[in-house]
Structures are given as structure tokens and as C-alpha cells.
């Protein structure tokens, strides 16, 4: 059984940075593409980004700067977030860029809030 779970959730001030991780299987991460999605309630889960593109736009000024990273090594995914604004509020998951999903993890929550 595939467990996913996401950590590194924070408030942050407008601006600022924050690095949230999601810990797999190694094995997992190295056979099966995957994506970190965002949540927010009464929305679908809003594809965020994957190892070969940003889908908040990097040039999008109205969320910030996001960077896929991954260590296969260690079963462990990252998302660096910079220059956070608050259009980038949600509950942040990781899964299988394609469908079906995995079983989803409980997330991490990242508020952008002065």
C-alpha cells in the first residue's frame, strides 16, 4: 500500500519562503512520476508542479516562485516556495502525476498571511 505524507506546512508572511517535503517509498519515487497538487476547499486538486514544469506559473506574481525537487535516494519530494503571496494559501499534496491517484495523504497546510 502506497503511503504518501506531507510535511513542512507553516504560516508565512507575504514574501516569504517555505520548503514542503512529501516522504514515499524510494522505489516509488523512482518508478512513478510524481506531482505536488494544491487543495483548497470546494475545489478539485489544482496540479502545482511536476519535475519538468511549474504549473503556477513561475512568472505568476500573484503566488511566487515554485521549484520541484526530488531525492530519489531518500523517497522524498520537495516543493521550494519563494517570494509567497497569499493567492498561494492551500493544503499542499503529493501523488502520481497521472491518474488513477494514489490514496492521498493527509497534505500540509501553507498560509500566506501578514
Known amino acids: 500500500q502506497v503511503k504518501l505524507v506531507e510535511s513542512g506546512g507553516a504560516l508565512v508572511p507575504p514574501g516569504g519562503s517555505l520548503r514542503i517535503s512529501c516522504t514515499m517509498s524510494?522505489?516509488?519515487?523512482?518508478?512513478?512520476?510524481m506531482a505536488w497538487f494544491r487543495h483548497i476547499a470546494g475545489e478539485n486538486y489544482a496540479l502545482v508542479a511536476t519535475k519538468d514544469a511549474v504549473f503556477i506559473n513561475t512568472l505568476d506574481s500573484k503566488k511566487g516562485r515554485f521549484t520541484f525537487m526530488q531525492s530519489a535516494g531518500t523517497g522524498t519530494l520537495y516543493l521550494q516556495m519563494d517570494d509567497l503571496k497569499p493567492a498561494a494559501t492551500g493544503r499542499y499534496f503529493c501523488n502520481s502525476l497521472s491518474t488513477p491517484h494514489f490514496q492521498w495523504g493527509p497534505g500540509t497546510q501553507v498560509t500566506v498571511a501578514s
Open positions: 524510494p522505489n516509488l519515487l523512482r518508478t512513478t512520476p
